[in-house]
């Protein structure tokens, strides 16, 4: 049995482009027990725990602001650093419990995650035409928030339609931003495909987490069963 199935913890990483539902599915999963997964993992694992990116930046020293190009950025300088790793050895830290990584956008920090931590991965593939949809709608405005933004919050005149469209602009510049960590042909990322299993996420969000559950206690049965061998 590896040291990862003896220190009693499980990782699990998502991918998918923006808009897949991959923070939804996160949050979701975060919700559950071990048990809900498996009845016999109740007396292995504490918790299910989700552990969104955000925080192991934090972690790590970043202090921006909470926009996603601020958070890109960061992450982008400490890999061209060679310090992309020292992000993710933060995970060691952690005992006891099945612990959901939303999301790993990079290759290297995927193939370094599992490798380092036995982790397995999900893919999830939407439609870049839904996927857009659904990001375009999310109304948090200090993620999607940016310089242009910034810029014409100088303006103590804009009126409401004029701050709706401005905010619509930076959703939209926000979405190409966080598209362009996917190469030229997001949809057939090979970062998303190359995972242990693909989920439709273009269905009901209750059917994706149904399967999303199946999946991964498929996975982690495998994985032990391999484990014991």
């Known amino acids: 049995m590896n040291p990862e199935a003896e220190s009693n913890r499980f990782f699990i990483t998502l991918s998918g482009i923006p808009g897949s539902g991959k923070t939804t599915l996160a949050q979701y999963l975060d919700s559950l027990n071990p048990g809900d997964i498996d009845p016999t993992f109740t007396a292995m694992y504490r918790s299910v725990r989700t552990i969104p990116m955000r925080w192991l930046l934090t972690q790590h020293g970043y ?24 992000i993710l050895d933060q995970l060691q830290g952690l005992e006891n419990g099945i612990f959901i990584i939303d999301a790993v956008r990079n ?29 375009m709608l999310d109304r948090n405005d200090d993620k999607h ?61 209750s059917t994706l987490a149904k399967n999303a559950v199946h ?12 484990d014991i061998q």
Request: hydrophobic share 35%; aromatic share 8%.
């Open 63 to 86: 202090t921006g602001s909470n926009t996603l190009m601020g958070m890109q950025e960061y992450h982008r300088q400490e890999r061209d650093a060679g310090n992309g790793h020292s």
């Open 107 to 135: 290759t290297d920090d995927a193939r370094y995650i599992r490798k380092k931590l036995g982790s397995i991965s999900l893919g999830l593939i939407v439609p870049l035409e839904v996927a857009k949809t659904r990001f």
């Open 215 to 226: 999946t991964i206690r498929e996975l982690m049965d495998a994985r032990v069963r391999m």
């Open 145 to 205: 928030s940016n310089a242009y933004v910034r810029e014409q919050i100088r303006n103590p005149y804009a009126s409401q339609a004029t701050w709706d469209e401005y905010k619509s602009v930076a959703r939209e510049n926000t979405w190409n931003l966080a598209l362009s960590e996917y190469g030229e042909d997001p949809e057939n990322s090979t970062h998303i495909h190359n995972t242990d299993a693909v989920l439709d996420a273009n269905v009901p969000f």
